[in-house]
């Protein structure tokens, strides 16, 4: 069974003091890792996909890479805006190819940035 | 484009009584999916579709039906609501092949009393 858990739960930050949220996944055949951000009584927004260990992508004050077991969301600078919850999920491969996109979702990482 | 979306945004039911939650989107993607979103639990996935007339359970299916008569609507039937069924519920869609990241709605929030 795929499992996903993030860390910290919640993390509390001043504007501007650089930090990184953590996703370890456990899944049989990776497809992808995706990350994405929900603001308070909204749906989740897609961030980035990760394929394969090593990769890594950028959008404005955030950086998400990924190795064989965890990813981490790299917050450089951040602003009160980037205040948001955390969602990582996996994608596995499944038996034959054929999971249909399926994504297992770790609790989530509540982020707060202090202007 | 509008994107996904869903109604109603809020709805409170009495134990008992049965509603269908309501998600379409304008982005022509084959694949949907419904998920319900509990405080610190996470995303789990209810019902998912890859395409017209074809459905299967997911993770959390029992209390729930779903149809799928054409590519843009994925409505979500409650019968019988009970409280344990107080939650948000989000609705996604992506395309077939490419990159496998899904698109959600706002949500639909539900209280079962």
């Known amino acids: 069974e795929d499992q996903v858990t993030q860390s910290p739960e919640a993390l509390r930050l001043q504007e501007g003091e650089s930090s990184s949220l953590n996703c370890s996944y456990t899944v049989s055949g990776l497809r992808g890792l995706f990350w994405y951000r929900q603001d308070p009584g909204k749906g989740p927004e897609f961030l980035f996909t990760l394929y394969s260990a090593g990769e890594e992508k950028e959008k404005e004050r955030l950086k998400a890479t990924l190795t064989k077991k965890e990813s981490f969301l790299h917050i450089t600078a951040p602003k009160p805006e980037d205040s948001a919850t955390y969602l990582c999920a996996v994608h596995n491969r499944g038996a034959g190819g054929t999971s249909y996109g399926k994504l297992t979702f770790g609790q989530g990482t509540i982020l707060t940035v202090h202007p | 484009n509008a994107g996904v979306t869903q109604t109603p945004k809020f709805r409170i039911l009495k134990i008992g009584q049965s509603m269908t939650l309501q998600c379409t989107q304008d982005?022509?993607?084959?694949?949907m999916y419904w998920y319900r979103q509990d405080p610190g639990m996470g995303l789990k996935l209810i019902y998912y579709?890859?395409?017209?007339?074809?459905?299967d359970k997911g993770e959390v299916p029992n209390g729930y039906n779903v149809s799928r008569s054409t590519t843009e609507d994925f409505p979500l039937r409650l019968e019988l609501a009970a409280p344990s069924q107080t939650s948000v519920y989000f609705c996604?869609?992506?395309?077939?092949?490419?990159?496998?990241?899904?698109?959600f709605g706002p949500g639909t929030r539900l209280t079962v009393t």
């Open positions: 996604a869609s992506r395309t077939s092949g490419g990159t496998y990241e899904q698109y």
């Open positions: 579709s890859v395409g017209a007339g074809i459905t």
């Open positions: 982005m022509n993607h084959n694949y």
